[in-house]
């Protein structure tokens, strides 16, 4: 690869985004500064989630400068904890210098630069054998080779900052660790190189602790308080200042209007008033240090948060009693909107997601409300009939593990289908397809193809029902032909008179007709 393209950049933001994903526990187990709370691996992944996301969101045919820039603010939205905020500044300073260039190798050295500048600008008494240091330690000594040989000596060089933390910060030698936050960065760096080179060997490894950890905290303050705050540019520096007064592990990052806020202080409420002072603080998080994980509980009672493509869906959630996420047909939810339903339906929650491209999403925000003490579990739906099989089987009075038990059986005995029509050309599972043909799909794969939405229809709960089933669920969309359910319908009489059918207005788009066999 001979530059960073945007592309290119979709691809690492993905890639670090999952390498951080599978090494989370393993980061989590090395944190210990500057407050032992075990999670700056999920706060990593979840700020690096934020801003694939973001990027992913974007039409593929935009340009490097609209990629950098919402990737950069992608990741600041979605910034946690101490570490994640950092990263994020250091995200922002890569966006300064790549939105307006070609992504060259000297581009990039020079973007790696501003990242650690702005990195360690953005915390007020920065500490060495941090993940200051392992920023500093990848801009110090870029080299100049090709864009290749850049991305490889940065993952090389944060690997070997890496390992010299515990020199820099007695914290980590006394517990036998390396920086947990130093230990992302080097994923990202080595995430990097993969992209790039199409070869980078180097597996996302995260040094074990050489002894067990305990708790052992650098800061007295008994409270995290993070926030994103709208404020003028010029008000931020005397937040700054009170803020750093109030706490420690103060850090400010941001920009043009929109700043994200990490303090920890002894009382909250002080850190709060003061953002009230200058600015409209949003996304207040509170977290008590002295338990780590937990903040203030959501309201009491057993919930289940569902996800709805269309505003017929959505009724038949609602009836059943969830709190409903809505979202268009083959887009996902947004994080904080996933969040806000889970922390609104009690402190035992079941998502639903409903659709494979939704779970990434309900699990992050599944994360977080775990840590806001919300016991939470996201069941293995992956289209709305199976939502709605483990809906009509939920108990609100029985044990949370029991009813999430049954719930998943019941899901995971209903057979998926569904109808579309081909909007172009395209070799599928069942043959070639050409714009204008019906598609009849059985657990995501395309299994026949057809003329007509009757003819595939019929053909289609033929194929799902011969292997038993008592209950055929349809629910038609909002392209669906007048008659097409009672076609159906009138199809099982005749052939299978023992079957009971029951018909939905889901009004989704982009499918005419989902089909459920329990």
Known sequence: MEVLDPPAVRRWVRLAADALGTARADIDALNVFPVADGDTGTNLHLTMISAAEAVEALPEDVGAAVVWQTLAYGALVGARGNSGVIVSQALRGMAEVLKEREGTAADLRG????????????????????????????AADPGDGD???TARRAAAQARTALRRTPDQLDVLARSGVVDAGGAGVAIIMEALAEVVTDSYTQRYDVPAPTRRVTPMTESGAGYEVMYLLDADDEAVGKLRAELDALGDSLV?????????????????????????????????RVTYLAAPGRTHRAAGGRGVVAVAAGAGIAALFEECGAVVVRREPGSSPSLPVMLAAIRESGSEVAVLPNDEGVRAVAVAAAEIA??????????????????????????????????????TDAAGHTRYGHLTVADRQVLTSAGLCRPGDVLGMIDG???????????????????????????????????????????????LTRTRPDVEVAVHEGEQGGYPLLIGVE
């Open 445 to 491: 794969d395309v299994a026949l193809i057809g003329d007509t939405l009757a003819e595939v229809a019929e053909r289609i709960v033929g194929r799902m029902v011969a292997g038993g089933g008592e209950l055929v669920t349809l629910v038609t969309g909002a392209d669906a032909p007048e008659r097409l359910a009672e076609a159906v319908t009138g199809f």
């Open 252 to 284: 400010v990052v941001g920009g043009d209007g929109l700043w994200n806020v990490h303090v920890h202080v002894d009382e909250a409420g002080q850190a709060i008033e003061a953002a009230l002072r200058v600015g409209r603080p949003h996304r207040i």
């Open 147 to 149: 864009l290749d040989a």
């Open 111 to 138: 973007a790696l630069t501003r990242a650690a500048e702005l990195a360690r600008g953005a915390v007020a008494r920065p500490v060495e054998g941090t993940v200051l240091s392992v920023l500093e330690a990848v």
């Open 370 to 407: 775990r840590e806001d003490g919300v016991v939470v579990s996201v069941l293995p739906t992956k289209a709305t009939v199976q939502g709605l099989a483990a809906l009509a089987v939920h108990d609100p009075l029985r044990r949370f593990d029991d009813d999430v038990v049954a719930m």
